[in-house]
């Protein structure tokens, strides 16, 4: 069984930065691939960035150059730094693992961008 526990969260002016952590429970998390996704209201979910077991990442063109995904296999977690954060990047922010085609999501964590 997979467990992710996403933290990180909360409230920030336009141009701040947070960094979200996502912490994965169960075995083989080096070889799988870990994704940061995230849904607005009234939204779908969409990719934010993505990460692979060997390192390799790709993001939504709108967080290019702005967020960095990032992973410390050690430690089963997978991190999101975002920099100048925007309104439009407010959502729910959603951890994903995705394990030999076998996927697991987390809770969530919100993210609230204000002027």
């Known amino acids: 069984q997979v467990q992710l526990m996403e933290s990180g969260g909360g409230s920030v002016q336009t141009g701040g930065s947070l960094r979200l952590s996502c912490a994965a429970s169960g075995r083989f998390f080096s070889i799988s691939t870990m994704g940061w996704y995230r849904q607005a209201p009234g939204k779908q979910r969409d990719l934010v960035a993505r990460?692979?077991?060997?390192?390799?990442?790709n993001y939504a063109d709108s967080v290019k150059g702005r967020f960095t995904i990032s992973r410390d296999n050690a430690k089963n977690t997978v991190y999101l730094q975002m920099n100048s954060l925007k309104l439009e990047d407010t959502a729910v922010y959603y951890c994903?693992?995705?394990?030999?085609?076998?996927?697991?999501w987390g809770q969530g964590t919100q993210v609230t961008v204000s002027s």
């Open positions: 994903q693992l995705d394990r030999l085609g076998n996927v697991y």
């Open positions: 990460i692979t077991g060997s390192g390799t990442s």
